[in-house]
C-alpha cells in the first residue's frame, strides 16, 4: 500500500488525541484532536523539511509526527483555561 505511512500516522494522531482527551476528562474532544493533528504536522515538518532526517518513503518521519503530535497535547493541557 502506497500511503500505508500517512494513514498510520493520521490515525496515530487521533488516537493520541482522543485518549489524551479521555485521560483529562473529555471536556472538548474537538480541541484535542485539533491539538494532535498539528503537533503531528509539525513533528512530520520538522523530520523531513527541517532537519532532513528522514524521507516520505519510509516509517521513520511518523514517530517524529507522533513525538510532535504527544508535545503539542501536552503544552495544550498545561496551558488551556479551567474555569
Known amino acids: 500500500m502506497q ?3 500517512i494513514i ?3 490515525l496515530g ?3 493520541l488525541g482522543w485518549g489524551a482527551d479521555l485521560l483529562t476528562g473529555g471536556r472538548g474532544v474537538a480541541k484535542t484532536l485539533l491539538a ?3 503537533g503531528a504536522v509539525c513533528g ?3 523530520s523531513v523539511r527541517v532537519f532532513a532526517a528522514h524521507t516520505m518513503d519510509g ?3 511518523t514517530l517524529w509526527a507522533l ?3 504527544v508535545i503539542v497535547l501536552l503544552v495544550y493541557f498545561l496551558t488551556r483555561n479551567k474555569r
Open 13 to 15: 494522531a487521533l488516537a
Open 67 to 69: 513525538a510532535g503530535s
Open 36 to 38: 494532535s493533528l498539528t
Open 44 to 46: 512530520w515538518f520538522l
Open 3 to 5: 500511503h500505508l505511512d
Open 59 to 61: 516509517l521513520g518521519w
Open 8 to 10: 498510520l500516522a493520521i
